[in-house]
């Protein structure tokens, strides 16, 4: 099932939070690259030894989604703020998303 995009592009919708999407302007190779480096470090530290390779691998993750727009500064630019994290319905979100079937489980 694909994951419920709120009508802007601007996030994903998962257990009624708002995770940003990737900025629509990368290329689709870097994309996909940045995505293969993300799931290697979320590997990487799953499967850390120690502090150390844990704290590397949560690095690796943190620039990976920065690179892809989904931490750091919005892609937008039209001064709308950053929901990540917010239910979407507390948000301007929430007729929408009220108007949603609810995903299966939910």
Do not use: N
């Amino acid at each position: 099932m694909a994951p419920l995009i709120t009508p802007d592009g601007r996030y994903l919708v998962v257990r009624g939070r708002l995770w940003r999407c990737s900025d629509p302007s990368l290329p689709e190779e870097r994309r996909q690259e940045l995505v293969r480096e993300l799931m290697a470090a979320r590997r990487q530290k799953r499967d850390a030894a120690g502090d150390g390779e844990r704290e590397e691998a949560r690095r690796r993750v943190d620039a990976a989604k920065h690179a892809l727009g989904e931490r750091g500064p919005v892609w937008w630019d039209d001064g709308a703020p950053d929901l990540t994290r917010h239910l979407a319905r507390t948000t301007e979100y929430a007729d929408w998303f009220a108007a949603q079937e609810p995903p299966p489980g939910e």
